[in-house]
């Protein structure tokens, strides 16, 4: 079906798409005033082969897939591109390949209808994501201060959030990220790609304790994962040594050994953070909070510590473009745009 053309009407409603494009997800999203019109994401199969995403085939795969899933974002959300109020695109951090298709379209977009452009922190979306409103009675969202856990294939930080325009990362990893750790440990296994999920999905009959492995010792809310995955690798490799089927035989219970792990790390500093800091509502975000055992010892830790926990839908944890919407969303309400000139970028920004 064919986008609605209408004449530009004035309105009070403020209609933003949201474009996302910084690794491996092509996504576009309508949010009105807040509440979710559309989120449209089309994944890329060519990457499974490899067993991690290649960039010059994600930049190019996203070329494909732009203009098919914006089209898609705006049927769905039923308006016409007159109704739109701006265009919010991910300007970093990412793969610059893959961001500068995203930025380009939401350009070249914008331009030619005119419409202001603003450009998004997707840290800060994935935060924001929380804000997400599905238009239902009962939602809940977090109130400022609030912790945020953000955990994904790229980051681990902790991030201390004030407002919608004010956030601090003040612990972050300092080599792998945690979804980076359950993907190589999974790919030892021979788990596909990304292993995350399977490995969580064979933890559920596994034992826990029947493994240790190295948990790191480093200062402030900081994380570390590169020596747990150093230890996980030798004692596959002198296990496998003595028993060449021991992967096979015991994969529920490295798999379930190694969650327990990650998640212990996590919630450590987590836990420090939010002591220190008084601060007792506490958000999750990023692809690993799929996790079940992260997911449950939020939960738990919540009803210990009396913490407010917020878990998003999966949907809205992975990288999609209704976080890169509201977040532009609140840029607008706040006349933040930006101007062409704009240029994605790789690296974290500490500060947004
Ligand atoms: O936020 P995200 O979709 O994008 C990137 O950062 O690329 O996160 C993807 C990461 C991958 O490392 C994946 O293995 C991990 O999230 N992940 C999980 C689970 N679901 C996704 N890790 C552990 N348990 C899960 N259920």
Same mark, same amino acid.
């Given at each position: 079906m064919a986008i609605k053309e209408e004449q530009h009407k004035p309105t009070s409603d403020i209609y933003i798409l949201g474009i996302e494009s910084s690794c491996d997800d092509t996504s576009a999203s309508?949010?009105?005033?807040?509440?979710?019109l559309s989120n449209v994401t089309a994944g890329q199969a060519v990457h499974e082969r490899y067993g991690g995403v290649v960039p010059e085939l994600a930049s190019r795969a996203h070329q494909q897939n732009i203009i098919p899933v914006v089209h898609e974002a705006m049927r769905e959300a039923g308006i016409a591109k007159s109704d739109l109020s701006a265009v919010a695109f991910t300007r970093g951090p990412g793969l610059l390949g893959s961001l500068l298709v995203g930025a380009s379209f939401a350009k070249g977009f914008a331009q030619s209808l005119n419409l202001p452009l603003i450009d998004v922190n997707h840290l800060q979306a994935h935060v924001l994501a929380h804000f997400?409103?599905?238009? %239902? =009675?009962?939602?809940?969202?977090?109130?400022?201060? #609030?912790?945020? /856990?953000?955990? *994904?294939?790229?980051?681990?930080?902790?991030?201390?959030?004030?407002?919608?325009?004010?956030?601090?990362?003040?612990?972050?990893?300092?080599?792998?990220?945690?979804?980076?750790a359950f993907d190589k440990c999974a790919k030892v296994m021979g788990l596909p790609y990304p292993g995350g999920p399977h490995v969580d999905r064979l933890a559920q009959s596994g034992n826990p304790?029947?493994?240790?492995?190295? %948990? =790191?010792?480093?200062?402030?809310?900081?994380?570390? #994962?590169?020596? /747990?995955?150093? *230890?996980f690798l030798y004692l596959l490799r002198d296990k496998v040594k003595e028993n060449p089927d021991f992967i096979a035989e015991n994969k529920a219970d490295l798999c379930a050994s190694l969650q327990e792990t990650v998640v212990d790390i996590l919630m450590k500093?987590?836990?420090?953070?939010?002591?220190?800091?008084?601060?007792?509502?506490?958000?999750?975000?990023?692809?690993?909070?799929?996790?079940?055992?992260?997911?449950?010892?939020?939960?738990?830790t919540g009803k210990k510590y009396g913490w407010k926990v917020f878990i998003p839908p999966v949907s809205f944890t992975t990288d999609n473009a209704a976080m890169i919407a509201i977040t532009g969303y609140f840029k607008y309400l706040n006349h933040d745009f930006c101007g062409l000139g704009e240029v994605p970028y790789a690296r974290i920004n500490y500060t947004f």
């Open positions: 309508v949010i009105k005033n807040g509440v979710l997400i409103s599905q238009g %239902k =009675p009962d939602e809940q969202m977090p109130e400022f201060p #609030f912790l945020c /856990l953000l955990v *994904s294939g790229g980051n681990s930080q902790i991030i201390l959030v004030r407002s919608y325009h004010d956030m601090e990362i003040i612990g972050q990893t300092i080599d792998d990220a945690a979804g980076e304790s029947a493994f240790r492995f190295a %948990k =790191p010792q480093i200062k402030d809310y900081n994380y570390s #994962f590169s020596g /747990l995955k150093t *230890s500093k987590l836990k420090l953070a939010a002591k220190d800091l008084n601060v007792r509502q506490v958000a999750v975000a990023g692809g690993v909070s799929a996790n079940s055992g992260l997911r449950k010892a939020l939960v738990e």
